[in-house]
């Protein structure tokens, strides 16, 4: 698998001189396995750039919502293989036991939010995505929930014995047991053990965190301690807060430390391979 980056903000996309290495779209990673497959995970602002990139689409696209939070779908509308006829975009979102991905979905794409109504998609499908493993292609897709407000899925991607997790809004912190403490009992950790690559949550400073408990994410040093539970290879910090700068976040990033984990700073346009 490749991976690439195309938007790392978290909760609000923050444009301008300070944010240019970092990115200021909001969440959304692509996937393209070994056989051309492409995944792409959420739909955040960053999918713009990404749409615009595939001068000739594949016939399909599948697009995997961790959660239905603006900050993740409000590229959607902006997706421009959404309005080929050559195109079938699959849309994946987690399951609600009251209402249909589609009418949740349509609550934004519609007026008076967006002059394009999801009905009038023609080449989209809605899939309502329940805890557990599908395969796109080659890729074979876990599924697991998450503490973060709203249903909430962490991603974990296989192919050919690389595995790729992804959980950009995830809130280690959250519990009366504290973190960390047992492995078994950690939100995402089934998602996350022995992955070559992790993107994750990395919003808050501890400093930050304090005031935000409960807003649905996690600091740098839990995102690091969770890394290291896991027994993962690389760390990618991600969902940068709208006001944490690019020299913020060098710095930040550069005071981050782990003897078995490698940790980079998740700056849009990355690309990682996974499994070649």
């Known amino acids: 698998m490749r991976a690439q980056l195309w938007g790392t903000r978290g909760s609000l996309a923050r444009s301008g001189p300070a944010t240019i290495r970092y990115g200021g779209d909001t969440a959304c990673v692509s996937v393209t396995s070994q056989a051309g497959d492409l995944v792409i995970l959420d739909a955040g602002s960053g999918v713009l750039a990404l749409g615009e990139s595939l001068v ?6 599948d697009i995997l919502l961790s959660h239905l939070h603006m900050d993740h779908i409000q ?30 979905l349509s609550r934004y794409l519609s007026p008076p939010l967006f002059p394009v109504r999801l009905r009038d998609l023609q080449g989209v499908q809605l899939h309502d995505l329940p805890r557990g493993e599908l395969e796109i292609g080659s890729i074979k897709i876990t599924t697991d929930s998450v503490s973060h407000p709203g249903h909430t899925f962490g991603f974990r991607l296989e192919e050919n014995g690389g595995i790729l997790a992804y959980m950009p809004d995830h809130e280690l912190g959250l519990g009366g047991a504290g973190f960390p403490g047992d492995p078994e009992w950690t939100s995402g950790y089934c998602v996350a053990e022995g992955a070559d690559l992790l993107i994750h949550d990395a919003q808050y400073t501890d400093e930050e965190y304090t005031e935000r408990i409960g807003w649905g994410h996690s600091t740098f040093g839990q995102a690091v301690q969770f890394a290291e539970m896991a027994q993962v290879h690389k760390m990618v910090t991600f969902h940068h807060d709208p006001s944490h700068s690019d020299a913020f976040l060098d710095a930040t990033n550069a005071s981050l430390h782990s003897d078995t984990v490698e940790i980079v700073g998740g700056m849009v346009g990355a690309q990682f391979e996974i499994g070649f």
């Open 56 to 61: 000739t689409p594949p016939q399909r696209i």
């Open 75 to 104: 590229g959607l509308g902006f997706f421009t293989p959404l309005y080929s006829a050559d195109v079938a975009v699959h849309i994946w979102g987690p399951a609600s036991a009251t209402e249909h991905l589609r009418t949740r």
